[in-house]
Every structure is written in C-alpha cells, then in structure tokens.
C-alpha cells in the first residue's frame, strides 16, 4: 500500500457513506428506525453501528485518548451526518500525514471483550473500508427494499467520478 492508495481509498469510503447518509436523508423517520431484522435491526442502526466501527478504529489507530464509543449509541440522522462527516475528515487528514513506512506499523488494542488484539495500519485501513462496504451494501438493500432507489456507492463509481472531465 502507498500513501496514495491509502488516501484514494479512505476518501472513497467516505464519499460513499455520505452518498449513503445523503439517500437515508430522503426516507421517513420511521422507515429509518424501523426494526427491519437486518444487520444492526434498522437502517439509522445499520448506519450508526458503521459509525461506530469508524470512530473505534480511529480512536485504536490514530488517537488512543479519545474514550471508547458508545456500541448502542444511535443517534438522530442529522447528529450522525454531522458527527460521521467530522470523523472521516479526521481520518482523511491523518491518513496524509502517512508514509510507506507507516503502513508496516502495528496498532496495538484492546477489543470489546478484553482480548488483545494486533493489525498493521495498512489492515486497518483496509478493513475500515471493507467493514463500510459491508454495511452499506446492507442499508441500500433495506433502501431498496422500501421502494426508493439507492446511491451507486460501488468503488467502480468512485473511480469513474473522480476521471470524469470537471
């Protein structure tokens, strides 16, 4: 991994959850929390629970001070929008401070059940954006499932956005 492809691919994480949070602005309060039985019950949970891993990684990865997110914090979609869109600039400011020998380095932490754990920045990175992927995959199907057309957040559409003449 380089610097570049590290910052290519956490922006395209974030430019495809604030697709995303920008289609779950469209729907209904209650769709938004409604218990679907999917993935973290509804789409607001779905999307707070990426949220959460987000902020987790960032705070194992980046800056181990800041305290340990809340796993059942869900709040309104205006609050997350605000404090999501916060984060990933947080995450795309730190990832260009990074260089090729950073991506070697290891991330000591603690998970939620007490054990030990130990990934490589370069893995961290690679997993915040698959995690994301996971759960946005997720939310659309519920989007789409409730009769609205979701987003096109698949990488392939990053790629092309970005080589489209401006």
């Given at each position: 991994?380089?610097?570049?492809?590290?910052?290519?691919?956490?922006?395209?994480?974030?430019?495809?959850?604030?697709?995303?949070?920008?289609?779950?602005?469209?729907?209904?309060?209650?769709?938004?929390?409604?218990?679907?039985?999917?993935?973290?019950?509804?789409?607001?949970?779905?999307?707070a629970?990426?949220?959460?891993?987000?902020?987790?990684?960032?705070?194992?990865?980046?800056?181990?001070?800041?305290p340990?997110?809340?796993?059942?914090?869900?709040?309104?979609?205006?609050?997350?929008?605000?404090?999501?869109?916060?984060l990933?600039?947080?995450?795309?400011?730190?990832?260009?401070?990074?260089?090729?020998?950073?991506?070697?380095?290891?991330?000591?932490?603690?998970?939620?059940?007490?054990?030990?754990?130990?990934?490589?920045?370069?893995h961290?990175?690679?997993?915040?954006?698959?995690?994301g992927?996971l759960?946005?995959?997720?939310?659309?199907?519920?989007?789409?499932?409730?009769?609205?057309?979701?987003?096109?957040?698949?990488?392939?559409?990053?790629?092309?956005?970005?080589?489209?003449?401006?």
């Open positions: 991994m380089t610097p570049e492809e590290a910052l290519l691919h956490i922006r395209y994480t974030g430019w495809a959850s604030c697709k995303l949070l920008d289609a779950a602005r469209q729907l209904p309060a209650d769709l938004l929390s409604k218990d679907l039985s999917v993935s973290h019950q509804s789409i607001l949970g779905t999307l629970h990426t949220f959460f891993a987000d902020s987790v990684w960032y705070m194992r990865t980046v800056d181990t001070s800041l340990y997110p809340d796993p059942k914090f869900v709040p309104d979609l205006k609050t997350l929008d605000s404090l999501w869109r916060e990933l600039r947080k995450w795309e400011a730190w990832v260009q401070t990074l260089t090729e020998a950073d991506f070697d380095r290891p991330v000591a932490y603690r998970l939620r059940d007490g054990s030990v754990g130990e990934t490589s920045v370069k961290v990175i690679l997993h915040l954006v698959n995690h992927t759960h946005r995959g997720q939310v659309m199907a519920l989007i789409r499932a409730a009769g609205v057309p979701p987003p096109a957040t698949d990488l392939i559409f990053y790629y092309r956005e970005l080589a489209a003449p401006k």
